[in-house]
């Protein structure tokens, strides 16, 4: 479905949302299930985004692209 895009692997911590932020690196943000966590920057690799993509972390831990239908 999606295109990867991202050339650095991320490990994934349980009990953490990832997610590509406006400043183009990935973050870990904690779920509400996880009291006492901060949010947090997890690659050190910054991804140009581009308007009608979505992007998100992979199964295999890298970032990649999918076309949004209405964008």
């Known amino acids: 479905m999606g295109q990867r895009i991202g050339k ?3 490990e994934r911590e349980e009990g953490y949302l990832y997610y590509v932020g406006k400043d183009g690196y ?3 943000a ?3 299930h ?4 901060k949010k947090k920057r997890v690659g050190n690799e910054k991804i140009t ?3 009608g993509y979505m992007y998100y ?3 295999g831990g890298y970032v990649a ?3 949004m239908k209405n964008a």
């Open 34 to 37: 996880k009291p006492g966590g």
């Open 49 to 51: 985004k581009e308007p």
């Open 26 to 28: 990935v973050w870990a």
């Open 57 to 59: 972390l992979d199964k």
């Open 8 to 10: 650095e692997k991320i």
């Open 65 to 67: 692209r999918a076309k």
């Open 30 to 32: 904690p779920m509400k």
